[in-house]
């Protein structure tokens, strides 16, 4: 069965020339001219190719015409391997060289029923690059636009293709191109693109979700690298949408990913060589402070001033609001600006590199030994961090309870086989609420310093500021007086004991 073996990076599509122009490309092999291609997707009205997910296009470039067929990548970080075959078409559709036998007979079923749905329209060039011996790969830039129903989208795209040589040196090579060019992993196929518009669908927000994980057959290691590449997705959808989008959820999932990778390694840390630890764990977090203020300011914005307002029958809080949103707006432009800059895509494609170069441990703990460690670590961190709080319930020590709430959250998430579903649907809703409410606490230490500077910029917001102050303060304290005792109700559940 054909393999094809890519990587897939997206660039803004004013950086067209720079890629063009960058000196890997500029002086490799050219494959022939420039080729525009239109090709079109087919499928049932019902969209049941799309179901099973196979994808059926014709491609006209010159005057030659191929069909092809293709079935679902796995892709992580942008680097895709999946089925396809490719063969002439003269006019009518034909399955034979299709060598896989359900995804014949799938197609062969289907045919009578298949129409057209969508069309991408580019221009291709492509190059040969011979980054060593022993290694070939092709490098094509795409430019033009994906249509259906009279909707559009820009196609601007840089994919590397495997020819000879292994996985390792698609990453290589990316990141050797993206530490001078805005290229950033990206998933989505110009096909799922396609069918997006066709459904009329708007963009979905990457957000983390379960890793399938075979418990009786899979190792800690396996455990760590499925759900790490799983959260790199994650990472790599809302680093690519943040700059283009106004929604700033991007921004939040991005930090969200960033965090729930490094968790991830100090979980799994027994089964992962002390480099990649001692290396990656401290760049995750620096990657996710650097987006902490244009963060901090949105929810100054949406969760705080906005809500204040309404509770404010003087409308005083509008020109102190009008303040947050212009700093707001400010950091965005910044933040969105170094997000797509040269060099945006590296940590990324420098993480899946590394990520999928590791040694897989000659002896490796159960995973039910590793989940025990991991959840009584962050457990006992979490106890701990309550009693402080209980002793002085100040703004920074409920900021680390809250932040050990979290860690044991993504824990129990991750090692959720460890539970009775039951005793585990619970432990994650109140885990949850806490850790929001805990947050709230938050937002009031992140607040008053902007409000602060504000105020000494503008004296005339010292009432406004005076009362977005006091309503925070009232706002909080309802929540103040349980939310202690909840966490110790919570984190004294008999069913902990079970981890010992």
């Not at 795209?157 to 001078?180: F, I, M, P, S, W």
């Not at 996710?288 to 809500?307: P, Q």
């Amino acid at each position: 069965m054909p393999r094809e073996i890519e990587l897939k990076l997206a660039f803004p599509p004013a950086a067209r020339a720079k890629v063009l122009n960058h000196p890997l490309l500029s002086k490799a092999e050219r494959c022939g001219p420039a080729q525009a291609l239109i090709n079109t997707y087919f499928d049932t009205p019902a969209q049941e190719l799309s179901a099973q997910r196979i994808a059926l296009r014709t491609r006209k470039a010159g005057d030659t015409w191929v069909q092809t067929v293709k079935c679902a990548a796995k892709s992580s970080g942008g680097l895709a391997s999946r089925p396809e075959w490719e063969y002439p078409y003269a006019g009518q559709f034909d399955f034979t060289p299709v060598d896989a036998p359900d995804v014949k007979a799938r197609l062969e079923a289907l045919c009578e029923r298949i129409v057209p749905l969508f069309t991408t329209n580019f221009l291709r060039e492509t190059f040969a690059l011979t980054p060593r011996q022993g290694v070939r790969i092709l490098a094509m830039v795409d430019s033009g636009e994906v249509s259906a129903e009279g909707r559009t989208e820009p196609i601007s795209e840089l994919e590397l293709e495997l020819v000879e040589g292994d996985a390792d040196d698609l990453l290589a090579l990316a990141c050797e191109l993206a530490e001078d060019l805005p290229l950033l992993p990206y998933d989505p196929s110009k096909a799922e693109r396609g069918y997006r518009l066709f459904r009329n669908e708007k963009q979905r927000l990457p957000r983390a979700t379960a890793v399938e994980i075979p418990q009786d057959s899979a190792t800690a290691f396996d455990m760590f690298r499925e759900i790490s590449l799983a959260t790199l997705r994650v990472w790599a959808a809302s680093q690519f949408g943040a700059p283009v989008s106004s929604n700033p959820e991007y921004i939040h999932q991005l930090r969200l990913s960033l965090r729930r990778l490094r968790n991830l390694i100090r979980l799994f840390s027994p089964v992962l060589t002390e480099d990649f630890c001692s290396g990656w764990t401290p760049t995750l977090a620096l990657l996710a402070d650097d987006l902490a203020e244009a963060r901090d300011l949105d929810v100054l914005c949406e969760e705080i001033l906005e809500n204040a307002a309404k509770a404010d029958p003087d409308q005083r809080i509008e020109p102190l609001l009008a303040m947050a949103r212009q700093a707001a707006a400010e950091a965005n432009v910044n933040i969105k600006a170094r997000l797509a800059a040269a060099g945006c895509g590296v940590p990324i494609l420098l993480f899946t590199r590394e990520l999928l170069a590791l040694p897989v441990p000659a002896e490796q703990p159960p995973i039910t030994e590793v989940a025990s460690r991991a959840l009584r670590t962050v457990l006992k961190i979490a106890r701990r961090r309550l009693k402080l709080a209980q002793a002085e319930p100040s703004a920074e020590n409920l900021h680390v309870l809250r932040i050990a709430i979290k860690r044991l959250r993504h824990t129990a998430e991750v090692f959720a086989a460890q539970f009775p579903e039951k005793f585990h649907a619970r432990v994650l809703n109140e885990l949850g609420r806490l850790q929001s409410e805990l947050g709230s606490q938050h937002d009031l230490s992140v607040a008053l310093p902007h409000l602060r500077k504000w105020i000494e910029a503008d004296p005339s917001q010292r009432e406004a500021g005076a009362f977005v102050t006091g309503w925070l303060i009232a706002t909080n304290l309802k929540l103040e007086r349980s939310i202690l005792p909840r966490c110790a109700e919570l984190l004294a559940l008999r069913h902990w004991r079970k981890l010992r």
